[in-house]
């Protein structure tokens, strides 16, 4: 399944329209990039408009009570569709486990090892989400880590899916699919490169010169 990392409405409402994504993640960083005069509220409120499914917002406060007072705050935008994003800690982890006990859903994020997505999942976080792009900047393979959480949700059937982001290249969709990502959340360009192959351009244009030029 793939979700959309963006937090623009354009794109957003645009690449829906495709049929392929169930879902918007966003962070701090892009809707610092792309909204950043924007008043929060009224971003996510578009970008729900926009979209279908889950849609996560991020925590920027970092002491559990003010992580609590803003999860409900953008809980209430709209309790079907936000997701509560939680950066990874032990606070987070705290905020994790109270928010799923008063049912709110809610995406572990920047995890970067097999322990800390464990610990995520085991908080009752909804979602984990395992940053690829980041965990092979430390020159780490993210395979195995993806892969050993996945296995072990399923050994002890734990609800958490797992979110695959922090996607740089197309390969990095396929790797996290095959080693049993739930979701791998992927940037407009990405998805845009997704779409192409010269190969298919190049059929295409063969079958239309084809018909193109019958015998009449
Ligand atoms: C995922 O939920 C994050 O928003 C995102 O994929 C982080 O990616 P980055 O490493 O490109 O910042």
Redesign the pocket.
């Known amino acids: 399944m793939l979700f959309l990392?963006s937090s623009d409405p354009k794109e957003i409402k645009d690449i829906f329209a495709w049929g392929v994504v169930a879902g918007v993640?966003?962070?701090p960083?892009?809707l610092a990039r792309e909204a950043g005069a924007v008043d929060l509220e009224q971003r996510i409120r578009e970008v729900i408009g926009a979209s279908r499914g889950p849609v996560?917002v991020e925590l920027t406060s970092e002491t559990e009570v003010a992580m609590m007072q803003e999860a409900h705050r953008y809980h209430t935008w709209a309790p079907s569709r936000v997701v509560i994003?939680v950066p990874f800690s032990e606070a987070g982890l705290r905020v994790t486990h109270a928010l799923a006990t008063q049912g709110i859903e809610t995406?572990v994020?920047c995890v970067m090892s097999f322990n800390q997505a464990y610990l995520a999942a085991l908080a009752g976080g909804t979602y984990v989400?395992i940053?690829s792009?980041?965990v092979r900047d430390m020159g780490y393979d993210v395979r195995p880590v993806i892969a050993q959480t996945r296995a072990q949700l399923d050994r002890e059937k734990l609800a958490s899916r797992i979110?695959v982001?922090?996607?740089?290249h197309l390969m990095d969709v396929n790797e996290a699919l095959e080693q049993g990502a739930h979701v791998v959340?992927v940037t407009p360009p990405i998805l845009r490169k997704m779409l192409h192959n010269p190969k298919t351009d190049e059929t295409i244009r063969e079958f239309n010169a084809a018909w193109e030029s019958r015998a009449k």
């Not at 982001?165 to 740089?168: K, Q, Y």
């Open positions: 990392d993640t966003t962070n960083l892009i996560s994003k995406n994020t989400s940053f792009g980041r979110i982001g922090s996607i740089r959340t």
